[in-house]
Every structure is written in C-alpha cells, then in structure tokens.
C-alpha cells in the first residue's frame, strides 16, 4: 500500500535529513587519522592478488568485501558536473555514455568498498564508515558501472543553492519573477582581489569535459583531448521514483518556507513593558520578525557538490592569480595530465565535483603544488625542475589528488562556517536578480502594514552583511588552507598518495625521497611540520604498501610489518618518459 501524503512530509523531516547529512559530512582529528590509517592497513584485509588488476585494487587499499546487491535499487543523481557510465567498475575500461549534473540513475550493485580515513569527508553518495567505490547501474536500455562518489541522494541535490533560489522565485508567483532570468552563482558571487577568474574559467572549461583514462600505446607528451561523442544517459528522478522526487520536492520547500514567528510570551514583564512603551513596542515586533526570518533563511546546510565547484573556482582563481598556465597542448603539460589522469583512475573519485585536470603554472621561482577543492590540481615548473624521476612527479600528484579525494578544502570551509555557504549563495543569486526584496516581503505577511517596509529594510540590511562579510571570509580561509594545508591534512595526503602511486604502477617511497629534501615549510605543498616526523609516518605506512611494480604486480596481500625508524630511501631509477621531460624543462 503507498504511504500517505502526510507519511510521506513526515519522512522528509528537513530538520531529520540536515542532522543525518551534517553528520555524515563531520570529520575527526586529522592527526587521529594518521595512526587509524596506520592501524587499519596493518589489520584490513585487502583484495587477494591474483592478477595486474586485483593487485592495483589491493594497493588502492580496497576491501576484500563482496558486493552487495541492492533490492529494491535505489535512486541516485549525479553530483559531480558529469560523471561516464563504463563497462566495468575500472576507469580505464570502456566508457559507455556521459551522465550530466542532476540525471538520475538506478543503482542495484555496490563494489569495492574502501574504509573512510578519519579525517575525510567521502560519503557524497552512502553514509558509514566503508563505503563502495562504484556502483552498477542501469540507465533505460544501458547498465554498466559508475564512480559511486559522483552520485548524491537527491534529497541532497535538491538543497543545493539553486534549486532553493528557484523555489523561492517560483513561490513568489510575478509577472517580473517569470521574466527574469536565473542568475549563475558564477555571475552573482563577489570578486576577490587578485583572483583571475578568467584563467579559472578556461582550465573549468576544460575539467567540465570528461578526461581519457583509456589511452593504450598513446604518447606521454601529446595531448589526449577529452571524451566526446559519448551518448548521454541518465533520467528525471520522477521517472524512477515518484516516492524520492515527491520528497525532495518536500524538503525543498520546507527549506525556503519562512514560518510565522511565535507571538511575544503575555507573561513576560518585558515584553509587557515594550507592549506599553511608545515606539519600543514597534522595535519589538520589526526585531522578532527580522530575527525570525534570517535565521530561517540563514538554515544551516551541509556543503554539497554544487557549493564545493563555487569554491574551488574561487580558489583557482585566487592560486592562478597573474601567473601564466601551460596550454594543455604543450608536452610538459600533456606528460603530467598522463601520469596524473593514471593516478586518478585508482582512486575513488576520478570524477570530481567540477571534473578533473592537471594544470602546470609557468613559474620557476617556487616549487608549489595546490589541489583545488572539486578537482583541478596545479604545479609550478619550479616544482616540475626540483624532482629526479617519474616516480616523484607520481608521488606529488598523488598526494594533490589524496587532498581532492578526501575533501580537505570543504573540511577547511566547514570550519569557516561552510554551513551557512548555501545561503550566503542564494543571498547574492537574488540580489544578482533584484528579487531579494520581494522574497524577505513574502516572508514578513504577519507584520503590520505600516512595520513592513521598515522591517524589509533591516533584513534586506542583516542579510547583505551575512552574505557579503561572510562569504570573502569563508573563502579567504579555504585559499590560504589549499596554499598551507595543515599538518594532520598533509599527512593524511601523504598516506593515500602512497597508496593511489602505487596502486598505478610507481614506488609509493619516492615521496620520502621528494620530503627528505624538502628542507623549508612550503616545499612542495608541505606545511610547518617537521620533515622528519612526516618521513618517519610516511615510511611506516609505506612498509604496508605493496612495493613498486606495473600495476604493483608483485604485491602480497598481506600487510608486512611497519619498520620502526625512517630511512632515506634509494632513488627510483630513471626512464626515457622522464629523460624527455627533463629535456624539455631544460629549454
């Protein structure tokens, strides 16, 4: 029997699924991350190797789990601005069809689980602490495999910023609401100093295209292009499931519905002073109307998909500043999308919220690395020239993509309060469109009429600070996080680099060799930590890795034990691929 109307409101309790979003988007201390990571790769059984491809899953620390079979399926929708249905649940298989921003899959399969660091926050699509890296789904006549953290439960996708700004205009019901047009966050969001956005915009443009992880026999140095032609797949949630639409349509309403605020409490001498006291009493009534209605506005929501590719754009913008990017036609530029785009595929998400692209910034005097939050990762030639072989230029990117894959950036925001993004966001859409006024005026119905335009001024007031003093702040801090990441972050980075490095075919110890010679904080993407103490927790970790190898093919799949004193390890030996590329940074 179908559930009633009001079951179903009941269901999409707005205050139940924020509580369960916020606290599957909570993370612990980075530095208790370390030593469970340490602890879980020593205990954890991994996928058995029995070939290149099971001892690729084992070094990406996938979990000897089986898959798990979803009856009834469940309905999810693409998080990311894109993600590729493929053949297998293997990047680097045939991709069959492109799923855009927002189309909904049918998910009956989860597989290859991996265990959450402590410090990450991975659980886009499932909640708990093991969480599946691809999902079977069909689509109408296709099935195949997606990336399983390119999906989100469409209750959340519904919260998004836009969706909200879109019901409220749709609530206002005007003819000058119906002939205006929406307004992109892009264009509504205020410029940073020095932030070039253009730049950013050219390298998104790119990232939004899906990247080539099936490239058999092609050459380092040339540029692959992206994925075209694919066809494109993926429905309207109300065409799978009428239940799920019908609740995400619920909590979006509940989302932007301003209720009346309670009358002031009779018995309260004074509210009974402020009732008699001439003027004080209107304070009164503007002040709880105005209070009431930012704080509903204001409605804490966890940083989703959309949310995270506004930040990352701000960043980007903000790291590229005046500098010049390689075309990604150049060799260098193509060499290193290579080796990084081989490194991705390994992960749990090669298809990040604004997609995936290596950029190299021409810039000898710094040796910097940044991993943008949703996906670019950026390195300086300077960078480039301090490393000796591939497998360091491996380890690098793998430690950026760690950073993009565990979602330091919105860790960072969250602390900054990220929560109140979504608003701050919807703030500026309806500025940008000149219809804020008219959305605080349907939220003040119960004020008298000769209060109402005082109280839309000073909520028109409250709202514009929140939004325009916050939001620089917020986004401040994500910047100066992605330029010195923290040391429990770059730890925790350093941790799954290895992992991923190894896991497509490099020495997960090159990176000890890369931090062995970092001597100053900065140095490639290092913090104030001490070296040593950051050589001696990689190393550890490195012991239970499988050691280096195509596809690390000579894996055990069982852990060694961790050695109890780092030591510098031997120089990776050298390959005409790199002897290319240190040609070409010579010119």
């Known amino acids: 029997m179908p559930r009633s109307t009001a079951a179903l409101v009941r269901s999409a309790s707005l205050t139940a699924f924020l509580s369960a979003a916020f606290a599957a988007s909570s993370g612990c201390s980075s530095e208790r991350s370390v030593s469970d990571t340490v602890d879980h790769w020593s205990s954890d059984q991994f996928v058995p190797v029995t070939d290149r491809s099971s001892a690729a899953r084992n070094a990406a620390r996938v ?9 009834p399926p469940i309905v999810l929708q693409a998080g990311s601005v894109f ?34 660091p402590t410090d990450a926050l991975m659980n886009e699509a499932t909640p708990g602490e093991l969480i599946p890296t691809w999902f079977h789904v069909t689509a109408g006549s296709l099935s195949g495999w997606v990336p399983a953290r390119s999906m989100t439960d469409p209750r959340a996708f519904a919260l998004r910023a836009e969706s909200l700004v879109a019901q409220r205009r749709g609530a ?31 390298v998104l443009e790119v990232a939004a295209k899906p990247a080539r992880f099936r490239l058999p026999g092609s050459d380092p140095f040339a540029w692959s292009g992206r994925l075209d032609g694919l066809p494109v797949a993926g429905a309207g949630v109300q065409n799978l499931d009428k239940t799920l639409a019908f609740e995400a349509a619920s ?14 409490d009779p018995k309260s001498m004074r509210n009974l002073m402020l009732a008699f006291t001439d003027g004080i009493g209107d304070d009164a009534i503007v002040k709880v109307a105005v209070d009431e209605l930012v704080r509903q506005f204001c409605r804490p929501v966890p940083i989703g998909a959309a949310e995270e590719r506004v930040l990352g754009r701000e960043c980007l913008a903000a790291w590229v500043g005046t500098r010049k990017m390689l075309n990604f036609t150049n060799p260098m530029a193509a060499y290193v999308n290579w080796v990084g785009n081989r490194i ?56 950026e993509i760690a950073h993009v894959e565990e979602r330091h950036g919105v860790a960072i925001a969250n602390a900054a309060q990220g929560e109140h993004l979504n608003a701050m966001l919807q703030v500026f859409m309806l500025e940008q469109s000149g219809q804020l006024d008219e959305v ?14 005082r109280a839309l001024n000073e909520a028109r007031t409250r709202l514009h600070a929140f939004a325009s003093e916050g939001y620089p702040r917020m986004v401040s801090a994500v910047v100066a996080g992605v330029r010195s990441p923290s040391a429990g972050d770059e730890v925790a980075a350093d941790l799954r680099g290895m992992s991923l490095a190894a896991a497509a075919g490099w020495s997960p110890r090159s990176l000890e060799e890369v931090l062995c010679r970092s001597c ?15 050589v001696e927790q990689s190393h550890e970790a490195c012991e239970l890795l499988p050691k280096a190898g ?15 004193k780092a030591s510098p390890p031997k120089p990776a030996p050298q390959n005409p691929r790199w002897s290319r590329m240190v040609k070409l940074l010579a010119k």
Do not use: W
């Open 520 to 534: 100053t904080p900065g140095s490639h993407g290092c913090c104030a930590m001490a070296d040593a103490d950051r």
């Open 63 to 71: 979990l000897h789990v089986a898959d798990q079979h979803v009856e």
């Open 251 to 264: 909590l979006r309403e509940r989302a932007v519905t301003i209720t009346e605020p309670e009358p002031p």
């Open 172 to 202: 206002l019901a005007t003819a000058a609401t119906a002939g205006t047009a929406m307004p992109s966050l892009a264009a509504s969001t205020p410029a940073l100093d020095g932030a070039n956005y253009r730049a950013a915009d050219r």
């Open 344 to 399: 991705a595929a390994r992960g749990s998400l090669p298809y990040p919220s604004l997609g995936l692209a290596f950029v190299v910034v021409d810039d000898d005097s710094c040796t910097e690395t940044a991993a943008i939050p949703g996906g670019p990762v950026l390195v300086t030639t300077g960078l480039l020239r301090s490393l000796r072989n591939e497998h360091e230029l491996a380890a690098v990117l793998a430690h």
């Open 550 to 564: 195509e596809g690390a093919a000579s894996a055990a799949s069982t852990p060694k034990a961790a050695a109890s």
């Open 83 to 116: 993600t590729v249905i493929f053949e297998s649940p293997d990047a680097s298989s045939r991709p069959i069809a492109r799923v855009p921003q927002g189309g909904a899959l049918s998910v009956d399969i989860k597989s290859q689980f991996i265990r959450v």
């Open 440 to 453: 605080i005026a349907a939220g003040l119905t119960n004020v008298p009429p000769e209060l109402q335009e």
